[in-house]
């Protein structure tokens, strides 16, 4: 069972940045993808950005040229820089896992799941 533990997020003013890093342990295998998922209040958990274990990255259009992922592969740790951050961006932020060469952006198919952090963007 793949363990994940995140770091980062807070609060921070419309426009500003913040960073999410997520440390996974536990994980056998060769193939892993890692990605953020992120829920508002009263709204369904939603995919944010993937790396998948190719190095290829999907980011859900929201997001697209503002948030940035990696991953260090030597280390089993994924980072999200967010910049240009908006009001509509606040929420818990939550790492997943997969050991797969390519995984969805559907929260729905993760069972290795971080902690959750909190993401407030004020306007």
């Known amino acids: 069972q793949v363990e994940l533990v995140q770091s980062g997020g807070g609060s921070v003013e419309a426009g500003g940045s913040l960073r999410l890093s997520c440390a996974a342990s536990?994980?056998?295998?060769?193939?892993?993808?890692m990605g953020w998922f992120r829920q508002a209040p009263g709204k369904e958990r939603e995919g944010v950005a993937l790396?998948?274990?190719?190095?290829?990255?999907t980011y859900v259009d929201s997001v697209k040229g503002r948030f940035t992922i990696s991953k260090d592969n030597a280390k089993y740790t994924s980072h999200l820089e967010m910049n240009s951050l908006k009001p509509e961006d606040t929420g818990m932020y939550f790492c997943?896992?997969?050991?797969?060469?390519?995984?969805?952006?559907?929260?729905?198919?993760?069972?290795?799941w971080g902690q959750g952090t909190q993401v407030t963007v004020s306007s």
């Open positions: 790396i998948h274990s190719t190095g290829e990255t």
């Open positions: 536990g994980f056998t295998g060769s193939k892993l993808c």
């Open positions: 997943a896992a997969q050991g797969r060469l390519y995984c969805p952006l559907h929260p729905d198919t993760y069972n290795s």
